[in-house]
């Protein structure tokens, strides 16, 4: 058998015992096929020895009770097609001979689609919609050995039932010593109609006298490296910065109303012939000179409020065409807390009035969808990240979280991708109507209905209570995402593995996207105090559901690793699962949709790589704040009547040569954001290549936690301003009065310590002020 392919029929030996001895008989690969025979054997223990060598398997005396019949469910399925065998058809078949019981001359007699298959012949299903020629996919049928029924003649009906013809996996045998040769050549296994394709072909070539038949085996691709960890990671930092970018949006918006009105009025200015607009670009040019003659110039600032309008912030002083501006100084310990008044020329002036005026529409969102988060938050959270981690794993509620999840994303899939996108087409074809309140609903409806009373006007006063004004594209939007979230929701409960279908992961993760860009949008961080204490108890939370809890739970488990993956993977042997997909011994190994998963990408063998949206969310916090700081200084050094820079204080040589050796300053001198979402970009990849080097699942944020922190924390001890960063930026407040007002009092304790600061506050103002 030198250089041959040995076709092996599978038998009542294992799979490595006949690799292995087609490997010594010199074969170069073994090709293993299915067989009926195989699903049958005897019951050698019942037998008894009479003193003869290896009686058990050389007696002739066995009968129908000693045989092993296929197993149901495993070996054949009777929903796919079953027949009855009278007694005469059942008595020409053979499962009494010698060696294993089972006579290969049956396989004629019970495989096919003509007269000749006795299950064809004696079809169970005669006369019904279905037949055993067209439901049995393998055309093949086992005898059960059950009888099921008498006929009038007083014999006995036999079942058979449609054989499972199906890949198997070639398991190795347990029995064989560790220390045995190992198998080196191919082996694969094919299904008998696999193999009764091969047989013929191989035949013919024999009786033909023809070249033999020339065998390629090659094995199935599959990539060494795995390319969706690459992009889950690069997908996690994008999803992290957007979101965290996006989170400052309504400052931005302020400060491009307040250079759009800076640039207007130094345009008409210039128009005019005047001198104003020398002027200002000659104190621009040297204040320039002078940032560059200092290193860096703190341009944030905090605004004057003396009520709770907008535009009460800006305020002109003894009338002289200049407005008096509180701004906070640089915090670094040479300035201490000391704060300066600022004197702004009329342009200046007129840029504080732009900012007020561009916010009036933001105030009502940011007191009605927003909340800052405390400390107590914090522990609170991490209480209910747990409980909620420890009932999912225990319940196995998993469905419930689907449903949660589709419903939840959806309203996030409409308001940050839907609603806007929809606007713009509208706004793009000048077609207004969809933007325009509906009148059946609009305020004087709705009063006019309710005073004349009624059903009717009972139920748009309800309508109005809850929803207010509704515009056509709101409607629409809604219909779009929630149509989408019940499709995604349709095709996770209705195919086994979704994750397997473009469509489900792709839906599941830009709903992941969505929710993350609300979840930032609308939770703010305003301290890094606080940061602080719900990032450290993340981050043993993180360690102790994936790490410690496999040494409590009964079968080793990770808390964290089964609940990702819907319960960890299917408990049932791959082959029932193959036919029974939708059996509970089946269910698991699906990422729960509470996170980022992208399938392997061309491994037939599945799988993905998967990231939390916790390990985005929770670092998140703190690059948002990071963001929406570096743009409230922005837009204080704009009201302030400054470029809008914003330095980096971190590396005060940043102008001079030894900014080279200084890295924080090297990839960023803008602030703070942008080297916290390098430092997390770098978390993620570190932990993403412990994946692959531990072999097991790792808590994200044990790498994302220091990465991040550590750099705001090291970034805000060398620009000396980590104190203000501790308690709250006075930036942020300043931005936050200039945009929304005076912030709601909400207790008396609260009051007084606001009555003290504004009080504070004026006798600052009434000190020397310092031009700039």
């Known amino acids: 058998y030198l250089q041959a392919a040995l076709l092996v029929p599978r038998g009542r030996c294992s799979f490595e015992h006949k690799a292995l001895s087609a490997q010594r008989l010199g074969a170069s690969a073994v090709i293993i096929y299915g067989t009926l025979s195989s699903r049958y054997s005897l019951n050698f223990t019942n037998s008894t020895d009479d003193g003869s060598t290896n009686d058990a398997k050389t007696r002739s005396d066995y009968t129908k009770d000693d045989v092993i019949w296929p197993q149901d469910k495993l070996d054949y399925d009777c929903d796919y097609g079953k027949a009855y065998l009278p007694s005469s058809a059942k008595n020409g078949l053979d499962f009494l001979k010698m060696p294993g019981g089972y006579n290969s001359q049956n396989d004629n007699m019970l495989t096919g689609k003509s007269e000749n298959s006795l299950c064809v012949k004696y079809d169970a299903t005669e006369g019904e ?278 419903f939840g994303c959806s309203g996030a899939f409409a308001q940050i991708i839907v609603h806007p996108g929809l606007t713009m087409l509208f706004r793009r074809l000048k077609w207004e109507r969809p933007l325009m309140p509906m009148k059946w609903l609009s305020e004087e409806a709705v009063t006019r209905e309710t005073q004349r009373g009624g059903i009717k006007g009972r139920c748009l006063s309800c309508l109005w209570s809850f929803f207010g004004p509704i515009f056509p594209v709101d409607a629409v939007a809604m219909i779009i995402s929630y149509g989408v979230g019940a499709t995604w929701l349709w095709v996770a409960f209705t195919i086994p593995h979704p994750d397997t279908v473009t469509f489900y992961w792709l839906i599941q993760d830009i709903f992941g996207l969505c929710m993350c860009m609300l979840f930032l949008e609308t939770i703010k961080l305003n301290a890094i105090k606080v940061g602080a204490v719900l990032l450290v108890v993340a981050f ?160 994200a944020l044990l790498y994302l936690v220091p990465c991040c922190l550590g750099t705001m924390v090291y970034m805000g001890y060398k620009a000396g301003e980590l104190k203000d960063l501790w308690e709250g930026p006075r930036v942020i407040r300043a931005a936050d009065r200039l945009m929304y007002g005076e912030p709601h009092v909400e207790n008396a304790e609260e009051e007084d310590q606001g009555e003290e600061r504004q009080v504070l506050e004026d006798g600052m103002c009434n000190e020397g002020a310092e031009m700039t």
């Open 540 to 699: 043993f939370y993180d360690i102790f559901f994936v790490f410690v809890t496999p040494l409590l739970t009964k079968h080793g488990e990770s808390i964290m690793v089964n609940v990702a993956t819907s319960g960890g993977p299917p408990k049932a042997d791959p082959s029932w699962c193959e036919k029974y997909p939708f059996t509970s011994e089946c269910k698991g190994g699906d990422p729960l949709p509470m996170l980022f998963a992208i399938p392997r990408i061309f491994d037939y063998q599945g799988g993905c790589s998967m990231l939390g949206l916790g390990d985005i969310v929770l670092p998140g916090l703190l690059l948002s704040f990071a963001s929406r700081y570096d743009e409230s200084k922005r837009l204080m050094g704009l009201v302030a009547g400054g470029s809008g820079r914003v330095p980096n204080n971190a590396c005060p040589d940043a102008g001079s040569g030894k900014a080279a050796s200084c890295f924080l300053c090297c990839f960023c001198r803008n602030g703070y954001f942008g080297p916290v979402v390098v430092a997390y970009a770098i978390g993620l990849f570190m932990a993403n290549a412990a994946v692959y080097i531990m072999e097991m699942g790792q808590p």
């Open 129 to 406: 919609d279905t037949s055993f020629a067209g439901s049995c996919k393998s055309q093949r049928c086992l005898v059960t050995g059950k009888n099921v029924s008498a006929d009038s003649s007083g014999g006995v009906k036999y079942e058979a039932c449609c054989a499972w013809d199906m890949h198997v996996w070639l398991y190795q045998d347990s029995s064989i010593a560790k220390d045995a040769e190992d198998v080196t050549i191919p082996s694969v296994f094919i299904t008998m109609g696999e193999a009764a394709e091969l047989l013929d072909l191989v035949r013919g070539a024999e009786d033909s006298g023809g070249d033999p038949v020339v065998l390629s085996i090659y094995e199935r691709y599959r990539p060494q490296y795995n390319a969706s960890a690459l992009l889950i990671w690069a997908f996690g930092v994008f999803v992290a910065w957007i979101a965290s970018y996006h989170s400052s949006l309504e400052i931005r918006r302020v400060s491009k109303v307040v250079m759009k009105h800076r640039e207007m009025r130094l345009q008409r200015e210039h128009e005019r012939g005047g001198d104003g607009y020398q002027q200002q670009q000659q104190q621009q040019q040297q204040q320039q000179q002078r940032r560059g003659d200092n290193g860096h110039t703190q341009q944030s600032g905090r605004p004057r409020s003396r009520s709770n309008s907008p535009s009460a912030n800006v305020e002109n002083a003894n009338g002289s065409g200049s407005v008096a501006l509180e701004m906070p100084a640089n915090s670094s310990a040479a300035e201490g807390d000391q704060e300066r008044t600022i004197y702004q020329s009329s342009a200046e002036a007129d840029a504080s009035g732009a900012a007020a005026i561009a916010t009036q529409n933001v105030a009502p969102r940011h007191d009605e969808e927003s909340l800052e988060l405390t400390s107590a938050h914090a522990f609170g959270f991490i209480i209910m990240a747990s409980t909620s981690l420890l009932v999912l794993f225990f319940f196995k509620i998993y469905n419930v979280v689907k449903i949660m999840y589709a």
